[in-house]
């Protein structure tokens, strides 16, 4: 006579079950590209790349992790702008916010210049709808730009 068993009946699932080692590193994804949105230094581009490399299957959603993170450090820093005094100086960064107005921050993902461009579109009082969805086109474009170079010249390609 064999005996099976009992077993626990599984939880019915709702979403594709991710890998624990993809979902740490989408995790760390998001950190890098958060932090690199703000002052502080970050090569979200080379995490990026890793995760791409490592799983080329899941190239979209690393995308949209590093694009949201690095979105959401950028208005981060566009809030913190709206909190500053008035500045005494003219940075080129304020003056190319004041000139081309909102449509600057697509240039958002540029190195120093690009978290500069989000503190003084916050500190203009630039209205935060049109800046996000500028902030988020300029950084997905990056990244997109990231990823598919990756799938084109990376390992494996």
């Known amino acids: 006579m064999h005996m099976q068993a009992h077993r626990r009946p599984r939880p019915p699932r709702y979403h594709r079950a991710v890998p624990s080692d993809l979902a740490a590193a989408l995790a760390a994804l998001f950190a890098s590209a958060f932090l690199s949105a703000t002052l502080l230094p970050g090569g979200s581009e080379v995490g ?85 969805l500028a902030i988020a086109a300029g950084k997905t474009a990056r990244y997109l730009v990231v990823a598919q170079s990756m799938q084109w010249w990376g390992p494996g390609a």
């Not at 208005?75 to 960064?93: C, E, K, N, V």
């Not at 697509?106 to 579109?121: R, T």
Request: aromatic share 8%.
């Open 48 to 132: 990026l790349a890793a995760v791409v490399a490592h799983w080329p299957g899941h190239a979209g959603v690393a995308v949209a992790t590093a694009s949201a993170g690095n979105t959401l450090g950028g208005l981060l820093s566009f809030g913190i702008g709206r909190l500053l005094p008035a500045p005494r100086t003219s940075h080129r960064a304020l003056a190319l916010a004041r000139r081309y107005g909102t449509p600057v921050l697509l240039l958002s993902w540029l190195p120093l210049l690009g978290d500069a461009l989000c503190v003084a579109g916050g500190w203009l009082r630039q209205p935060w709808p049109a800046a996000a």
